[in-house]
């Protein structure tokens, strides 16, 4: 649909065109329409290295040589300088995508001018720009930035701003087409030989790079009208159908088991499918090998997302950034548009909202590539449980709960991936309370020293060291009307070693219980990160005596990044048999629904068992804002970590051990009270085994 039929067939399409406008004027007024002679660098290294958080960037900035923090440090150096650079050259390509989307709408002869402007300027400039020389040795190089791959993404909005030019009747002269051409052969002759270098000397293929080495070709064959290459380009090794059966698993999600890295991955899909839509070619209904489609890889984005359209970030990627945020709303509202699912409409929303504060559309996202009048405000549609069994990713829902969980167990995900074996998200209808933390700019010290490392994830970590790269399995997954359970394992993330986590979501509360198995006696900490600080009820937060580095003891695998706040000292024995105690927390959830949560803990020896409440660095959002997370400690060889949740009350909950019913094995938990309870107990075959008991008097 175009931008004029846009103007009179939507109620936000008039509104959102004079916003553009008034934008680019201020920016024209502001004389920060300047595309600087300087290649950019690498945007990863655009954060501070104290605070750990993304630099500041002002599109009204006409250039900047001191860049600041969020915290109001100030930062100087070539490598910030280069990493400023990328933001102003891809900030002045969205202007110029911006520009032509406005003539579009107004045919103000003014903003076709200041499109073309831009694409000329850097038709003439990047054959003066060499191969760069600054970039770090792994990197395919580019000529505008270190990386071919940034390259990339910069000129397919570049020359999606041409195409819509074109769209409109606008022409270049003779001298602004001879600077284009150049730039297009340039630009075909580099994409070309990354694309060779990726697929046939690397033997990569598979990479996310070839999806936009592939995009930024498709772009300049549609401009040419070179039907005939574009159809090879779809076709080839490599090319966009190969790409999407080696790069997609067939359960849908990208090979990395990341979010960030899948919505990358389909944004350079769907501006191959946009390109190639203009010969009359579809890829927007085409398949991979193994049943992978693009419609496929938008409804597991609709199956991973929380009730209000967030999106988990799971392996590496931002928990949230505006950048991201503006590539989801492309890629969603190309998606609604293509697809028509209105579960899309809440992901679409809470883009809009990280973006500018509110779920409307306001933004270039809207004008350019959105249709109809969705309504982007409501939470997302009652979804069932999911189970990606290639990916390794399986979500837990039950209609009458307002609690849900997230679980990671399949593979490492390459070099994008965590030591984060059977990793929990715990969600509820506010959102995430135990996020996965996402990640930093990679330029940052904490990328490979805190989020990447098992410690900062809701899982175990054996003897202070993180797992090894490996992947687990899904050993049961079920559901039934009235609960959900999944029985994950992994034996290869500590040799000699097995973790096996079993979780049971019914209709009121979330059993998490996790076994673990070693040849040695070991010390072994469950990890869990919450956006909420724990409260201790029916006991105190006691101070730490001796020192908490010793008590820890490892300083490696981010223990180093850990303060102990404090050890549970109930105030009496609770739920008690033997030496076992039963310890709850609780937290409050803001701005929530939900209210309050509660979390009990089967300590099994107070003298030996710990439960302390530990800082740790923030979110990837901003890492110098502190979370308050717990840790529960326990020495031994085989050992249990079993914990219950709840919304709104404490949930009725005894431990009874083995010999106390003559079972085998070291015991079962009781949940419930007399007029309805569950006894759950482990069987090594069956998995957790649940036996309903109700007083029918």
């Keep these: 649909m175009r931008i004029s039929e846009k103007l009179t067939n939507t109620t936000w399409a008039a509104p959102t065109l004079q916003a553009l406008k008034a934008e680019l ?69 969205r202007v110029a995508l911006q520009a032509a989307a406005v003539y579009a709408g107004t045919k103000e002869q003014a903003y076709a001018d200041l499109a073309k402007r831009i694409l000329v300027s850097y038709a003439d400039q990047f054959p003066q720009y060499p191969v760069h020389p600054d970039a770090q040795p792994w990197m395919l190089k580019g000529r505008a930035f270190h990386q071919a791959l940034t390259e990339a993404i910069w000129s397919t909005t570049l020359l999606r701003a041409y195409v819509l030019l074109q769209d409109e009747g606008i022409t270049l002269n003779k001298i602004e087409q001879a600077a284009l051409d150049m730039f297009l052969s340039m630009l075909e002759s580099s994409m070309t030989q990354y694309r060779y270098i990726l697929i046939h000397e690397r033997k990569n293929a598979e990479n996310n790079y070839t999806a936009w080495l592939n995009a930024a070709l498709s772009c300049v064959y549609t401009i040419r009208g070179q039907r005939e290459q574009l159809v090879d380009l779809i ?81 590496d990627g931002p928990l949230a950034r505006v950048p991201f945020a503006r590539e989801i709303a492309e890629i969603m509202e190309i998606g609604l548009a293509a697809y028509g699912n209105e579960a899309y409409a809440p992901i679409l929303g809470e883009a809009y909202r990280q973006m500018d504060g509110e779920r409307c559309r306001i933004s270039l996202e809207a004008l350019v590539y959105g249709e109809g009048n969705a309504d982007l405000t409501g939470p997302m549609p009652g979804r069932s449980s999911l189970l990606l069994a290639d990916s390794g990713f399986a979500v837990g829902r039950n209609p009458n709960n307002g609690l849900s969980f997230l679980v990671d167990f399949g593979p490492h995900g390459g070099s994008h991936g965590h030591y984060d074996k059977l990793h929990l998200s715990l969600q509820h209808q506010g ?132 303060e102990l706040l404090g050890r549970y000292e109930p105030n009496a024995r609770t739920g008690t048999e033997d030496t076992t105690s039963l310890l709850t927390v609780r937290y409050n959830l803001d701005n929530s629904e939900s209210g309050t949560l509660y979390q009990s803990t089967v300590m099994f020896d107070r003298e030996v068992d710990a439960l302390y409440r530990v800082e740790t660095p923030g979110t990837s959002v901003d890492p110098s804002k502190k979370l308050s997370g717990l840790l529960h400690r326990r020495n031994g060889r085989k050992v249990s970590f079993i914990h219950l949740y709840k919304l709104g009350s404490a949930p009725a909950v005894s431990w009874q051990s083995a010999a106390a019913y003559g079972g085998i094995g070291a015991g079962r938990i009781i949940i419930g009270d007399q007029q309805k309870r569950a006894v759950c107990e482990l069987d090594a075959e069956q998995g957790l085994k649940v036996t309903w008991e109700e007083d029918n008097e």
């Design 431 to 562: 959102g995430a309370f135990t996020p996965d933390l996402g990640m930093v700019p990679y330029g940052s010290s904490l990328r490979k020293e805190w989020f990447a490392e098992t410690a900062s994830h809701n899982t175990v970590s054996v003897g202070g060291k993180s797992q090894a790269i490996h992947e687990g399995r899904c050993k049961q997954f079920t559901e039934s009307q009235d609960s959900v359970y999944a029985w994950l394992q992994s034996d290869a993330a500590y040799e000699g070693g097995l973790l096996e986590r079993h979780l049971l979501l019914t209709d009121e509360w979330l059993l998490d219980w996790f076994e673990v198995n070693l040849n040695s006696e070991q010390t072994i900490d469950w990890w869990m990160h919450a956006i909420a600080a724990p409260e201790a009820i029916g006991g105190r937060w006691a101070s730490i005596e001796g020192d908490a580095r010793e008590i820890l003891g490892s300083q490696e695998s981010g223990y180093d990044r850990i």
């Design 235 to 315: 076709d080839s090794e490599g090319g966009w159908k190969h790409h999407l059966s080696i790069g997609v698993k067939p359960d849908q999600f990208e090979f990395e088991g990341s979010t960030y890295y899948h919505i990358f991955v389909l944004r350079a899909y769907l501006i191959s499918a946009e390109m190639a839509e203009r010969f009359g070619i579809d890829l927007y209904h085409a398949q991979g090998e193994q049943g992978q489609s693009m419609k496929g890889m938008f409804d597991v984005l609709v199956g991973l997302s929380d009730d209000q359209g967030v999106l988990p970030a799971l392996h």
């Design 25 to 93: 004027d201020q920016l024209e007024a502001s004389g920060s329409l300047h595309i600087p002679n300087e290649p950019g660098g690498w945007w990863h290294q655009y954060v501070c290295p104290t605070h750990h958080t993304e630099l500041e960037f002002d599109p009204t900035e006409r250039d900047a040589q001191v860049f600041l923090c969020p915290h109001g440090c100030r930062i100087e150096g070539d490598a910030y300088r280069g990493a400023w650079l990328v933001f102003k050259h891809q900030s002045m390509a």
